[in-house]
T-cell receptor, first 111, second 114 residues
């Protein structure tokens, strides 16, 4: 599975959009981009995933560049409860592929 | 409501003890995983299993073993606990069918080895 690179930490004002970048320059054609987040003292929680098209759900939007070497997770109106560590992961989608989590980005949403 | 449960939220053991961490999932998932999480290091994969009685080493298997006798249960074993195994341990499971494979995590076990 490909590796990812994310900033260590980011700040965002409450009510503003939080844009979290991720580089995955070694991604292969059959690998998806997944985003998870981990709120303090809980296990990670799935947010969104995509292959090459932009995706949106009730939690966030995922923008993947045309060459698929990077992506951005967008939380459109960040709240204090969005303060968490956000993990960007790339992996294949079948079989026993293991999932590699890096250190993630610690997002601080400030009032 | 899908669920991954872990036997303990907090555990304190002594150096040299044999430690069992249990994980159970109710989603009939084929794949199960054990991670440890330490400050600044993110989640690191210890072992994973893609079927009953099958296991594969992750990135940091040294000092650990696993057991998967039933599909729903995946156990992590510390044969002789050491202080450097003090950590948060997270279990996860994931299905195999279809193109969408969300990974579900348990609440974690915070293990302290004295």
């Amino acid at each position: 599975d490909a590796k990812t690179t994310q900033p260590t930490s980011m700040d965002c004002a409450e009510g503003r959009a939080a844009n979290l970048p991720c580089n995955h320059s070694t991604i292969s054609g059959n690998e998806y981009v997944y985003w998870y987040r981990q709120i303090h003292s809980q296990g990670p929680q799935y947010i969104i995933h995509g292959l090459k098209n932009n995706e949106t759900n009730e939690m966030a939007s995922l923008i993947i560049t045309e060459d698929r070497k990077s992506s951005t997770l967008i939380l459109p109106h960040a709240t204090l409860r969005d303060t968490a560590v956000y993990y960007c992961i790339v992996r294949g989608n079948t079989g026993g592929f293991k999932t590699i989590f890096g250190a993630g980005t610690r997002l601080f949403v400030k009032a | 409501d899908v669920k991954v449960t872990q036997s303990s939220r907090y555990l304190v053991k002594r150096t040299g003890e044999k430690v069992f961490l249990e994980c159970v999932q109710d989603m009939d998932h084929e794949n199960m995983f054990w991670y440890r999480q330490d400050p600044g290091l993110g989640l690191r994969l210890i072992y994973f299993s893609y079927d009953v009685k099958m296991k594969e080493k992750g990135d940091i298997p040294e000092g650990y073993s696993v057991s998967r006798e039933k599909k729903e249960r995946f156990s992590l074993i510390l044969e002789s606990a050491s202080t450097n195994q003090t950590s948060m341990y997270l279990c996860a499971s994931r299905g195999d069918i279809g193109s969408y494979n969300e990974q579900f995590f348990g609440p974690g076990t915070r293990l302290t080895v004295l």
